[in-house]
């Protein structure tokens, strides 16, 4: 059963960071690309940026292209997502995703979902 737990948001003042982690329990983690995306309240869930199988291929959004860093580690089967000069656009929910071999901007390519964490960043 594939579980992805999504951990480390909070509230923040704007120019802030935040540092979003995503542990899965998934058999054969390196063979997953992940996602972050999030959600804003009336609006639709968007893609927040990707990284690939051993993390030599990332994307990002235009929005957070600069301010937002995504990584993995492998051996603990956790994706991260640092986020810097946080804005209160920023705010939403974010959630983590995977599946299986290569990496997409689309949300309804992914198998699996965590249940979200919320961040909000203030003016």
């Known amino acids: 059963q594939v579980q992805l737990v999504e951990s480390g948001g909070g509230l923040v003042q704007a120019g802030g960071s935040l540092r979003l982690s995503c542990a899965a329990s998934?058999?054969?983690?390196?063979?997953?690309?992940m996602g972050w995306f999030r959600q804003a309240p009336g609006k639709e869930r968007e893609f927040v940026s990707s990284?690939?199988?051993?993390?030599?291929?990332?994307n990002y959004a235009d929005s957070v292209k600069g301010r937002f860093t995504i990584s993995r580690d492998n051996a603990k089967n956790t994706m991260y997502l640092q986020m810097n000069s946080l804005k209160p656009e920023d705010t939403a929910v974010y959630y983590c995703?995977?599946?299986?071999?290569?990496?997409?901007?689309?949300?309804?390519?992914?198998?699996?979902w965590g249940q979200g964490t919320q961040v909000t960043v203030s003016s």
């Open positions: 995703a995977a599946r299986r071999l290569t990496t997409s901007l689309a949300p309804d390519a992914y198998e699996y």
């Open positions: 998934i058999r054969a983690f390196s063979t997953y690309a």
């Open positions: 990284i690939s199988l051993r993390g030599g291929n990332t």
